[in-house]
């Protein structure tokens, strides 16, 4: 305990007090007559003491069933602790790392124009009524009600906060663009929250919204910070890939993810190794490798082979040409069933930007039979999509029922209340349903059918969902839109990007998503009254862009990438807690020279202040203390050791007794150790290293 003197009404730190203050930090002083005690403050070194830090082990951890290998680590090396389903408390150690990464985040914003702010957590109701997300972000909005009965959500995203504060500002246009970004805490009511800090319920995001008067301004700010986001994950020497994504419920018109390479990845990537095209599962573009013209081509080689077998007439091309057959009835099988179509059926809700009033269409989608149907990709075929659903035939014929006795009740109750209105009430019994509700029809590019030969199977798949049927010339046949991709790439697919070869295959990877980057538009801005002040003063919504990086998920994502459960952590250099750990093997004797590196580094190397451990537990056995060590993953670990050397005289005789030399052994990660022979030698191989 630190006692205090009571001297002329002032209380003063007694000497031993101070001694034990000074033990820890060293100060710039200055000595005054009348107060020899005072204290100029000036730090130029923290000791750290391994004995002080808060860092739990627990070697008994047993891995769960939906637990990975990364979050049973982190629970083991005290960095993190389960509060409940999806909530994590990060211990003081990860904290060191969250916050490494914190600033390598804010120097890249920095660098690009970004301003660092902070919003509320607690989301009014209103707001996100105004941009319709509190009903369509559905279940995983977590919604509460204050005592008097006012609704709020916790923050998943803040594009309606963010957007209000600038509306509300008088802005000359020679403020924008503006980069208003906030590193802080989002929620999400995750259905089944795993993996720890890769999945939960809370999560700590970096989230920054631009502001700009053009597009083509817009476009400039969204690869600006784009090429930021590619600074931070290379200073984390994170092995990842950005690839084109679908906007979500978040909503744009482009969109990027950033994506750290790994197998216990949750999101599918497709990639070609030749033109270096990446892009998620939801935005790939491939082409079936098995094209009819291919199979055809196989099938003719084959015949001839059997005809080469059948004139050379040997008894062993006999049973060679009975494999050749059952090759050539799968090539004709394949391409038989090849251009079979099937159906698929999506309804699309949009919220025009100028209107209150949603719209509901329907979109038919023609895919071959083995193909799957990419729900994403129908999105840019529409404008302002609120939400879109998969409909099944029967959910189909449901919802066509539902719409037309909707309309019929209220024709019904309008010439109740109006008999003059019984012409136009008539008239909207005639209607259809296809002209109540708007229908298009998309073919996909790989469905190789002219338009004649697609006419029939079109008209079968159709019939029964339309109850009619449909003529050559019907609007839906006529005005079908053809050539776009609607399937999901898959492994094997042919790579489509004009930079391609036109020959390389596509492949997959798993990827863990750690960023997310949108080019907004003016969805939110046009709702809630961001505008600037174009010619004749009107009044136009300003163009924006939205990006997002997970910091925890980042944490996580290092810990997944480079570290290993029978070996500890692995840490890049720009976010290790610590840099160096100091272990006297003999702490009694060697304690205080410790002490003396640790204090000599921190003041010659200024970025070493508080970056260095010193190991004092005398209870705890030197082995322990290397395995813990090492298990922490300080990049540099640094032993005190001492070796028996005999003095030898100036004739070159051996004299006695022997003298202990201290020496020093360097472990750079799994580099070969160093071994440094003095205190000199030791601070200068670190200024080498660090300056």
Known sequence: MISLIKKSNKYLISNNSLNLINRFTTTTTSINSNNNNEIIKSNKFINIYRSNLFIPFQNDQKIGSDMLESQLLMQKGGLIRRLSAGTYSTLPFAQKVMENIIKIIDEEMEKVGGQKMAMPKMLPRELWDKTGRWDSAGDDLIKLKDRKGEEYCLAPTHEEVITTIVANESLANSCFPIKLYQIGEKYRDEVRPRFGLLRGREFTMKDMYSFDTSKEAAEVTYYQVKQAYHNILERLELPYACV???????????????????????????????????????????????????????????????????????????????????????????????????????????????????????????????????????????????????????????????????????????????????????????????????????????????????????????????????????????????????????????????????????????????????????????????????????????????????????????????????????????????????????????????????????????????????????????????????????????VIDNNNNKSIDEVGSESSPTTKVDTFKIEYKSESPTLIPNQLDLINYFKNKFN
């Open 244 to 638: 084109e994504a679908d906007s979500g419920n978040i909503g744009g018109n482009m969109s990027h993810e950033f994506q750290v390479l790994a197998n216990v990845g949750e999101d599918s990537l497709i990639y070609c190794k030749n033109c270096n095209y990446h892009a998620n599962i939801e935005k790939a573009k491939g082409l079936p490798s098995t094209l009819i013209k291919k199979l055809k081509k196989q099938k003719s080689i084959l015949k001839k082979q059997i005809n080469q077998n059948i004139e050379n007439n040997n008894i062993n091309n006999n049973n060679n040409n009975e494999e050749i057959n059952k090759q050539i009835k799968e090539i004709e099988n394949k391409i038989k069933t090849f251009n079979n179509i099937k159906l698929s059926i999506m309804k699309i809700t949009t919220l025009p930007s100028n209107s209150d009033k949603e719209i509901e269409e329907i979109a038919f989608i023609i895919n071959r039979v083995n193909d799957n149907f990419n729900h994403y990709s129908i999105k840019p075929n529409y404008n302002d999509i609120k939400q879109t659903q998969v409909l099944s035939p029967e959910e189909y014929k449901k919802y066509r029922s539902i719409i037309m006795k909707k309309i019929e009740n209220d024709n019904n109750n309008n010439n109740d209340n109006d008999d003059n209105n019984n012409n136009n009430n008539n008239n909207n019994e005639k209607l259809s349903f296809e002209e109540i509700i708007k229908h298009k029809l998309f073919i996909d590019g790989s469905v190789q059918l002219d338009d004649i030969s697609i006419y029939k199977p079109l008209k079968s798949l159709l019939k029964k969902l339309l109850k009619r049927n449909l003529s050559r010339d019907d609007q839906l046949i006529s005005s079908m839109d053809r050539g776009q991709n609607f399937r999901e790439a898959v492994k094997g697919d042919l790579c489509v990007q004009s930079d391609c070869d036109g020959e390389s295959l596509l492949d997959t990877k798993r990827g863990i998503e750690v960023g997310h980057i949108f080019y907004l538009g003016t969805k939110y801005s046009s709702k809630l009254g961001a505008n600037y002040t174009g010619p004749g003063q009107q009044k136009i919504p300003l163009e924006m862009g939205c990006f997002g990086i997970g910091v925890s998920r980042l944490l996580a994502t290092i810990v997944e990438t480079f570290s290993k459960e029978e070996s500890g952590f692995v840490w890049p250099q720009q976010v290790a807690p610590y840099q160096i750990i100091i272990v006297p093997k003999h702490l009694k004797s060697q304690l205080s020279l410790a002490e003396s590196i640790s204090q000599q580094l921190q003041t010659e190397i200024p970025s070493l202040k508080s970056r260095i451990i010193i190991e004092d537990r005398p209870k705890t056995h030197f082995g322990q203390k290397v395995l813990e060590s090492k298990f922490m993953g300080i990049p540099y670990f640094l």
